[in-house]
């Protein structure tokens, strides 16, 4: 990867040993990896989102038929567990992976990205834009991508430091429970028309919008089924506002797990000038961590807890991603790159410690006290002063 003196220290440590010619191989091999698997694609891969979408339609059923009696704790637990798992299987394993049009290949209207409309504050349009180009697109570069920090955080020494980056720890932990409300009006992008560079037109909009999504998820949730369930009405409420903010808080860990603990790094607006499709894919390896699990575990995540190959590969189907991510690990090895992962209680802890540590003034100084744990992947040849010019 190019590196202009302007870049962040630990990239340059990170990538200093390889030459153009080495990025541009590496490129060519993930290239080979992408080709491999989307020529693959098949009936397989169709049953298995169909299965998918299935079990979540099944246990969303299942879970609001439970809470119609959830005046008995037993079927209010039953309710809102199955209600839980159906509202996180939709959001991260279909909707987010559907609006990638990771099955726009199988010409489905029904699972085609510009068709689906996912149970979130956000409209697949706004999203589409704000996630897969915007963030995608920019992966981790100051300034450019919108969704390091939402604007909210600081979550990079680089980034400068605001008064009310103290209070971070805390309104984190509101941001968690309506994860999907804090995304949806941050993707408005109200910072902007307050600083003239976005009309208030355009915005106003856009808030209709939002609102039109949000009432409809309100008389369903709070409004409709509840009253169905007449005098477990109260109860019917209380389990679907527990489904929903536990869907919010398995987002936030699993997305926030996948960009901003120990080891994931940030780069600089210089490197993207003349940035080719290995240097691209160079950033995104950089830029990403991995959790690890059981299949269900990465089941439950969408598949985010590979978000190293989904930020490679976002457009290929989220089941392949396991078949990948050892061939991802052994070019890092190969080319003596890190490959971070660890499990979801580490680097959560990596990420709280982090917003923690970087509400202060300052903050460069990780917390962890051992050398990078989340880094599996040993480190090649050894770096040179000067990293390789453009």
Same mark, same amino acid.
Request: proline share 6%; hydrophobic share 40%; aromatic share 10%.
């Given at each position: 990867?190019?590196?202009?003196?302007?870049?962040?220290?630990?990239?340059?440590?990170?990538?200093?040993? $390889?030459?153009?010619?080495?990025?541009? &191989? =590496?490129? *060519?091999?993930?290239?080979?990896?992408? /080709?491999?698997?989307?020529?693959? @694609?098949?009936?397989?891969?169709?049953?298995?989102?169909?299965?998918?979408?299935?079990?979540?339609?099944?246990?969303?059923?299942?879970?609001?038929?439970?809470?119609?009696?959830?005046?008995?704790?037993?079927?209010?637990?039953?309710?809102?567990?199955?209600?839980?798992?159906?509202?996180?299987?939709?959001?991260?394993?279909?909707?987010?992976?559907?609006?990638?049009?990771?099955?726009?290949?199988?010409?489905?209207?029904?699972?085609?990205?510009?068709?689906?409309?996912?149970?979130?504050?956000?409209?697949?349009?706004?999203?589409?834009?704000?996630?897969?180009?915007?963030?995608?697109?920019?992966?981790?570069?100051?300034?450019?991508?919108?969704?390091?920090?939402?604007?909210?955080?600081?979550?990079?020494?680089?980034?400068?430091?605001?008064?009310?980056?103290? $209070?971070?720890?805390?309104?984190?932990? &509101? =941001?968690? *429970?309506?994860?999907?409300?804090?995304? /949806?009006?941050?993707?408005?992008? @109200?910072?902007?028309?307050?600083?003239?560079?976005?009309?208030?037109?355009?915005?106003?909009?856009?808030?209709?919008?939002?609102?039109?999504?949000?009432?409809?998820?309100?008389?369903?949730?709070?409004?409709?089924?509840?009253?169905?369930?007449?005098?477990?009405?109260?109860?019917?409420?209380?389990?679907?506002?527990?489904?929903?903010?536990?869907?919010?808080?398995?987002?936030?860990?699993?997305?926030?797990?996948?960009?901003?603990?120990?080891?994931?790094?940030?780069?600089?607006?210089?490197?993207?000038?003349?940035?080719?499709?290995?240097?691209?894919?160079?950033?995104?390896?950089?830029?990403?961590?991995?959790?690890?699990?059981?299949?269900?575990?990465?089941?439950?995540?969408?598949?985010?807890?590979?978000?190293?190959?989904?930020?490679?590969?976002?457009?290929?189907?989220?089941?392949?991603?396991?078949?990948?991510?050892?061939?991802?690990?052994?070019?890092?090895?190969?080319?003596?790159?890190?490959?971070?992962?660890?499990?979801?209680?580490?680097?959560?802890?990596?990420?709280?410690?982090?917003?923690?540590?970087?509400?202060?003034?300052?903050?460069?100084?990780?917390?962890?006290?051992?050398?990078?744990?989340?880094?599996?992947?040993?480190?090649?040849?050894?770096?040179?002063?000067?990293?390789?010019?453009?």
């Amino acid at each position: 990867m190019s590196i202009t003196p302007s870049a962040t220290t630990t990239t340059i440590e990170t990538t200093a040993h $390889l030459s153009d010619a080495d990025v541009e &191989a =590496l490129g *060519a091999e993930l290239d080979a990896i992408r /080709a491999e698997v989307m020529d693959d @694609l098949g009936d397989d891969d169709a049953r298995y989102i169909h299965r998918v979408i299935a079990v979540q339609r099944g246990l969303d059923a299942g879970g609001r038929g439970l809470l119609q009696f959830s005046l008995l704790p037993p079927a209010w637990l039953a309710g809102t567990a199955a209600l839980s798992v159906s509202k996180i299987l939709e959001n991260m394993e279909i909707g987010h992976n559907v609006l990638h049009g990771q099955w726009d290949w199988m010409n489905d209207p029904e699972i085609h990205s510009t068709n689906w409309e996912w149970d979130s504050a956000s409209s697949a349009e706004g999203w589409k834009y704000s996630h897969n180009y915007v963030h995608h697109t920019y992966t981790n570069v100051l300034g450019k991508d919108r969704d390091l920090g939402y604007a909210a955080f600081r979550i990079d020494p680089d980034q400068p430091w605001k008064p009310w980056h103290l $209070l971070q720890p805390f309104y984190n932990v &509101a =941001l968690a *429970a309506g994860f999907e409300y804090g995304i /949806a009006i941050y993707d408005i992008e @109200l910072e902007e028309v307050a600083a003239g560079r976005k009309p208030w037109a355009q915005a106003k909009t856009e808030l209709g919008g939002l609102w039109r999504k949000i009432r409809g998820q309100i008389l369903k949730d709070y409004i409709g089924f509840p009253l169905l369930s007449g005098l477990a009405a109260p109860t019917t409420l209380l389990g679907n506002l527990t489904a929903n903010v536990t869907r919010n808080v398995w987002s936030h860990a699993v997305i926030f797990c996948g960009h901003f603990p120990a080891g994931a790094e940030t780069f600089t607006e210089d490197q993207l000038d003349g940035e080719t499709r290995a240097q691209w894919y160079l950033r995104q390896m950089l830029g990403s961590a991995n959790l690890e699990g059981s299949r269900v575990f990465h089941l439950m995540t969408g598949n985010l807890s590979h978000q190293i190959e989904h930020h490679l590969f976002p457009d290929m189907p989220s089941n392949r991603y396991a078949q990948v991510a050892p061939k991802v690990r052994a070019l890092c090895e190969q080319y003596g790159l890190p490959y971070t992962s660890g499990s979801l209680p580490r680097q959560y802890g990596n990420v709280l410690a982090t917003i923690a540590r970087l509400a202060l003034p300052g903050g460069g100084t990780p917390t962890d006290p051992e050398t990078p744990p989340t880094t599996t992947a040993t480190r090649g040849d050894p770096v040179r002063a000067e990293p390789t010019a453009a």
